[in-house]
């Protein structure tokens, strides 16, 4: 089974940064993509941005300009360096791993990120 490791939640006043960081218990390259999604209090997961094998990304707009999703396959981590944090980016961070031969998805614990002053 594979295993997703997160690190970096932490509190945040707005307008500061924090970096998660996703260690599979695998290459990163033996996925197809990875990525970061984030539940928000009372509401559902929703995607934030994956990263292809090839290094192609993708965002949504709400964190365009903000965010940045990053990999580093000698350290076999996956980044997400969040700026200008607000409010309304506190939630439950995960991380999220594909594959395609066999086709599977997985999942990290997660990681509370906060934004408040």
């Known amino acids: 089974q594979v295993q997703l490791v997160e690190s970096g939640g932490g509190l945040v006043q707005p307008g500061g940064s924090l970096r998660l960081s996703c260690a599979p218990s695998?290459?990163?390259?033996?996925?197809?993509?990875m990525g970061w999604y984030r539940q928000p209090p009372g509401r559902q997961r929703e995607l934030v941005a994956t990263?292809?094998?090839?290094?192609?990304?993708n965002y949504v707009d709400d964190v365009k300009g903000r965010f940045t999703i990053s990999r580093d396959n000698a350290k076999n981590t996956v980044y997400l360096q969040m700026n200008s944090l607000k409010p309304d980016d506190t939630a439950v961070y995960y991380c999220?791993?594909?594959?395609?031969?066999?086709?599977?998805?997985?999942w990290g614990q997660g990681t509370q990120v906060t934004v408040s002053s």
């Open positions: 999220n791993a594909q594959s395609v031969l066999p086709p599977a998805t997985f």
């Open positions: 695998r290459s990163i390259l033996s996925f197809s993509i």
């Open positions: 990263i292809g094998r090839g290094g192609n990304t």
